[in-house]
């Protein structure tokens, strides 16, 4: 490569990316509200500190309020929001319902609110936009990746549901039957709920292995979440057989550990669950206080799959400075 | 005489525990074929005996703290605590005896806390140990900072996932400690004692018995239990889980200890059969993950067993069989 053609890369990636802080110049100095639901679980620790760095980046103050599982924390946060003046409301709510009246308020002192992670019941007006993950197609890419990697070969498969009646754990159990739907080589063999947690994810998967000829005939472990993934690698092992090798593991999150797990060849895929829902938030923000653009009311964010073809070192490395 | 009386009463929790691990094995003939894998015995059964330990010794603590007409909310949040705490320390380099004495030590302290607040200040058992059930599991996410700790230390993994003689080591640790803990209160006069508080405390008191002093010990006692639990379960999964860790464990203790025959009106106890009862809801819940049911039925399955279990117990249930019925059977199995 000659030096000229380094220059002119470095040229045009400086011109990209002057190009972005021109657009976003505009959020530089405003003050953004923050309800955050709390800290139950690691993703919601690493989306607050993802949120933190993001709006630092773009020169964003941003007041940060913890509402500790509490919807009405969450509403006491934004009136304070409210009448201190701030330029936009940022809200994770904790639940669906109830979130009207404090909006309109929002919406009466003109403050627009953008909804992270999760919707509310309320008329669309009331807010700016929802940025949020499709968990159906979390599903669906984890299903495609065993689709495309088993290829003819019969599959049996065990699910590691989570919590029962739980959103996430319907809509990511719906998108991998539709991804194996049409291949009546993959099925599911055996499905139960390991609750979302490790300790429930290894002893259900014990209890998989026990039914299923001592795990001989379990082909992959399909999780919906990756600390049950982690279980259910330890309850492998523990068995005599060798999780990745074996019996294959798929889950969706991407947390630090199951990359771990990918370093030692024990997990072969996850799909991530991004932390970052304040990035494209702050950019539909940016865009709308520049021209009055809209943004579309529902923002989807990427459901990227990683494997071990992916780093897993380095994703393991920057991930855990995240706070998961 | 009364050892014979007290065997008797033993049957219903036998009987239940026969009558579910019968059903898993109609439902799944292969329950109780165990192999031998990797230097332990491996196999559905032994599931039960390694899954059942940490409600079992939960259910030792609590039971004692029962037989005082008390009861302990804050087990399943203690558990939290400990396990955070010896997760935290390996982590940091500390070498895993010191990590588990700590976790041990604090779980001590939690047990004197409680048993401070009912026995000195007099707070009713249910409010007091409420206190560390909700404030506790915000401790241990103090101490985690909110992830899981994960850790790879073998000597502290041993305690979760080790064997010996084939066994798995949270089932030994379960037993032992059921031995120990039923020598002392049997072999000597605590018992006795833990007995006379749970009926009357006022007349225990008049009659001389330090029911402060025993109230101490017995909220300890189940602290104790609880840490050990908590470093059992974290050693099993290899990581402090500070939201998870115990979740809801207190109720599953609660219900093994009403399970074996213990009124939660205090008095008569049994340990051996509290850890009875731990074994007959993880039998029920292993049945229900080999069985193949859907898992919107887990609940459902669970709570129609424990009814039947339950009533079983019942005086009244067993009049049709008996000559001399309810009267001399009332105080005793509720």
């Known amino acids: 490569m000659t030096i000229i053609t380094k220059l002119a890369i470095a040229a045009s990636l400086a011109t990209a990316l002057t190009s972005v802080s021109i657009a976003q110049d505009n959020l530089k100095g405003l003050v953004v509200g923050f309800s955050q639901i709390g800290s139950e679980s690691g993703w919601r620790a690493a989306e607050t500190s993802v949120t933190k760095a993001q709006a630092e980046e773009r020169g964003i103050d941003l007041k940060f309020a913890d509402a500790q599982q509490k919807q009405e924390n969450q509403i006491k946060a934004i009136r304070g929001f409210i009448a201190q003046g701030v330029d936009a409301i940022m809200v994770a709510p904790v639940v669906a319902t109830g979130w009207e009246d404090v909006l309109t308020e929002a919406k009466e002192a003109e403050i627009p609110v953008i909804l992270l992670d999760r919707g509310v019941d309320a008329p669309e007006d009331l807010y700016l936009t929802s940025v949020a993950s499709d968990q159906v197609k979390e599903g669906r890419v984890a299903g495609q990746w065993l689709v495309d990697t088993v290829g003819d070969a019969d599959c049996k498969v065990v699910e590691l549901q989570g919590t029962v009646g739980s959103t996430p754990a319907i809509n990511r159990k719906q998108g991998f039957e539709e991804a194996i739907a049409g291949h009546d080589n993959i099925t599911i063999a055996r499905s139960q709920t390991g609750d979302f947690t490790r300790s429930k994810g290894k002893e259900v998967m014990e209890g998989f292995i026990k039914a299923e000829n001592g795990g001989k005939d379990i082909c992959a472990v399909y999780a919906h979440n990756d600390d049950m993934a982690v279980g259910a690698i330890q309850a492998i092992k523990d068995a005599g057989l060798k999780p990745g090798t074996d019996i294959k593991v798929v889950s969706i999150d991407a947390v630090p550990d199951i990359f771990a797990a990918m370093v030692n060849g024990e997990a072969n895929a996850t799909v991530e669950l991004t932390p970052n829902m304040a990035g494209p938030a702050f950019d539909a923000l940016s865009a709308y206080l520049a021209d009055g653009t809209e943004p579309a009311k529902f923002i989807i964010t990427e459901s990227k799959l990683y494997t071990p073809a992916d780093n897993p070192q380095g994703e393991y490395d920057t991930r855990k400075g995240l706070g998961y | ?334």
């Open chain 2, 1 to 334: 005489m009364r050892r014979l009386r007290l065997e008797r009463l033993a049957n219903p929790q036998l009987l239940a525990l026969v009558g579910v691990l019968a059903i898993n094995w109609l439902l799944f003939p292969s329950f109780f074929n165990v192999t031998w894998q990797d230097g332990r015995f491996f196999g559905s059964f032994i599931d039960v005996l390694n899954r059942g330990a940490p409600v079992a010794i939960l259910a030792i603590g609590m039971t004692g703290v029962i037989a005082t007409k008390g009861v302990d909310l804050s087990v399943g949040a203690i558990m939290a605590v400990c396990g955070a705490v010896a997760a935290t320390m390996v982590v940091a380099g500390y070498p895993a005896p010191i990590a588990v004495i700590a976790a041990l030590a604090v779980g001590l302290a939690c047990g004197l806390w409680n048993g401070f607040l009912v026995a000195v200040l007099d707070i009713q058992p249910i409010v007091a140990t409420l206190v560390l059930m909700v404030a506790g599991r915000g401790i241990a996410q103090l101490i985690t900072e909110g992830s899981i700790v994960t850790f790879n230390d073998p000597s502290l993994i041993f305690v979760g996932t080790g064997s010996f003689l084939g066994f798995p080591m949270a089932a030994v640790i379960a037993v032992v400690l059921m031995v120990l803990v039923t020598l002392l209160v049997r072999r000597t006069a605590i018992g006795l004692f833990i007995q006379a508080i749970g009926v009357n405390r006022a007349a225990a008191s008049l009659a001389g018995i330090h029911s402060r002093m025993l109230l101490m010990l017995v909220y300890a006692l189940s602290g104790l239990c609880a840490a050990i639990a908590g470093v059992v379960v974290a050693a099993d999964i290899r990581g402090a889980d500070a939201n998870n860790a115990g979740l809801w464990l207190e109720l599953d203790a609660i219900l093994a200890v009403v399970i074996g025959g213990t009124s939660l009106l205090g008095g008569r106890f049994s340990i051996p059969m509290a850890v009875l009862g731990a074994l007959i809801i993880q039998a029920m819940n292993t049945g229900i993950l080999v069985s193949g049911f859907p898992p919107e039925f887990n609940l459902v399955v669970k709570a129609g067993m424990i009814i039947l279990i339950l009533l079983l117990q019942s005086p009244y249930a067993a009049l049709p069989f008996k000559r001399r019925p309810a009267a001399s059977n009332k105080s005793a199995s509720s």
